[in-house]
């Protein structure tokens, strides 16, 4: 079987596997995300070594390499930039790849990557445009029409959590100002937590889920986890239905960590987003669950290459 060594790169861990023509995912490996580059490329190239050095039975050596990784990818697909917490900020990732491992590499921002990935193969297979929107740490936002990732002019398309949704209100991780990844991100819930909740439980740090479960409470602190949650519904509902509208979906995949420690969150998106556009946009309109875990950022990637599943 033909195979590529694919990446999902975050910014906590990343995780390599070699993903074979079926759609198999073997020899994962796991490396944390730390700070300084040297020690961060050498994980990595140990990492897709060991995958190499023990191929399964039936694959074949890999054709390319794939990363799906925070941030945002050039148009060449050659570096990434404006990735915070990766230590790789403008760092020709492509080009150290082919020449360590001698074959092709290729990298996708994430949330395009699980859109591929989950249009692929999750259970929005072949709906085609499908919205990708992954409530996380940011917001990850993924658009396929014709089969693959829309990319946009610059391939900077379609980051909606950085449009406005107050004006003039909270800064937001990007230095903007009142934009809807400041509201219902998966930090700023939690950077709201800390700020008007006190100490989280057991005295560590508040989690979406810890809030959840805080606002399912009686008292003071249980209101003012329902004050946040409210605001960040309110902007997480608005988010998704400008999207639908802007964008006339067949399906939408929704997922993340916010709406894995809060699912409520997802049923009352979708009656706002039914209630809230035209007919036009949401009769046919599908909701499905995102495959979760990072298998679909793998495919995606590896569909990237142009060597497995799909021209790239
Ligand atoms: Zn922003």
Known sequence: MRTVLAGDLGGTKCRFALVSEDYGVHRVQHVPTV??????LRSLEQALATIVADLPPGCEPPLACGFGTAGVVPRDGRSIDRAPNLPLDGFPLADFCERQFGVPTTLLNDGRASAWGE????????????LCLLFGTGIGIGLIVDGKPF???NNAAGEIGHTTFV???RLCPCGGKGHFEAYCGGRAITEQGEARLGPGPNGGRWTVGAIAKAAAGA???AA??????????AAACALVANAC?????RAVVLGGGVLSGWPELEARIVTHVRAATSPMIH???RFVPTLGGSDAILWGASAATGKLFAAG
């Open 224 to 233: 003012a986890a329902r004050a946040i949650l409210a605001e960040a519904e």
């Open 119 to 130: 249009f692929l193969r999750g259970h929005a297979a072949g709906l085609d445009p499908l």
């Open 35 to 40: 700070r300084e580059r040297e020690p961060f």
């Open 245 to 249: 509208t802007l964008l006339n979906p």
């Open 151 to 153: 990319a946009g002019g």
């Open 219 to 221: 008292g003071s602190t």
């Open 283 to 285: 009769r046919d309109l």
């Open 167 to 169: 004006p003039d209100g």
